[in-house]
């Protein structure tokens, strides 16, 4: 018996290939190969009526590079419509104007059952066809060749988040950025390497000692190098104790 797709992806593109591998292998891959997602490209390409197949133009003003033109990507927003589950979806530019792409973000998309990325080369699209998607998402602040890694981070991002696709239920909610702060560290076999040893509360067996542990750890890891999450997030008095341990354990480093 075939699952029924819980999440259906439409990715516009100028270059579909891109995705093959993507999805064969891995986590990804295997939400795939079981249903649980769908993926659909749409090739601007194929809407176009000249022998060239041509989707880019100068723009008006001059400079250079070359813009998207607008009814080839206005019409695989169409047929990207038509591949949705249902009304629950949206229509996204990947682009570097973007708002930042979050975890916080990520949990709004899981709200939906469809989203369609445009992911766009070249200098970018015509501005016009704003009134076509419905918001633009950037992955960081820098610039990619093309949207299709961006589209990609976002769909690897969603589906790990897709109940049934991780092997481990707790997986996704114990990553990074879940729960406001980093992951705290993970160790495996052996032990001791050369003058390293696992941190002793992880050996003992105690789950509360361990929960205590990785949760200092992770407030540890957070303030040194994401410090403005702790400033976002509303502590609870647990976390604002063991802050304050890592703190004054920092400025004993320091004398």
Not at 215 to 228: M, Y
């Amino acid at each position: 018996m075939t699952t029924k797709f819980k999440y259906n992806f439409n990715v516009i593109s100028l270059m579909p290939e891109m995705f093959d591998a993507f999805e064969h292998y891995g986590v990804v891959g295997r939400a795939f190969k079981e249903g649980l997602v769908k993926l659909n490209l749409i090739n601007p390409r194929d809407f176009t009526q000249d022998t060239h197949r041509t989707v880019d133009d100068r723009p008006f003003g001059g400079g250079p590079g070359m813009v998207m033109t607008l009814e080839p990507l206005i019409n695989s927003i169409e047929k990207a419509k038509s591949l949705s589950l249902s009304k629950k979806n949206k229509v996204i530019h990947l682009s570097p104007r973007g708002q930042l792409l979050t975890q916080k973000k990520i949990d709004e998309l899981l709200e939906l059952d469809s989203i369609t990325l445009i992911s766009s080369r070249y200098e970018g699209v015509d501005e016009r066809l704003s009134n076509w998607f419905d918001e633009e998402l950037s992955i960081g602040d820098y610039v990619t060749s093309g949207g299709e890694l961006p589209a990609m981070v976002v769909i690897d991002s969603l589906i790990r988040q897709i109940p049934g696709v991780l092997n481990d239920s707790e997986s996704a909610s114990q990553d990074s950025f879940v729960n406001g702060l980093l992951d705290h560290p993970s160790y495996t076999r052996p032990e001791t390497y050369e003058d390293f040893k696992v941190p002793e509360d992880l050996l003992t067996g105690d789950h509360e000692k361990i929960r205590v542990w990785r949760l200092k750890e992770s407030i540890r890891l957070t303030l040194l190098n994401r410090p403005e999450l702790l400033a976002e997030r509303l502590l609870t008095k647990e976390e604002s104790r063991l802050l304050d341990e890592v703190k004054k354990e920092q400025e004993q480093d320091t004398l």
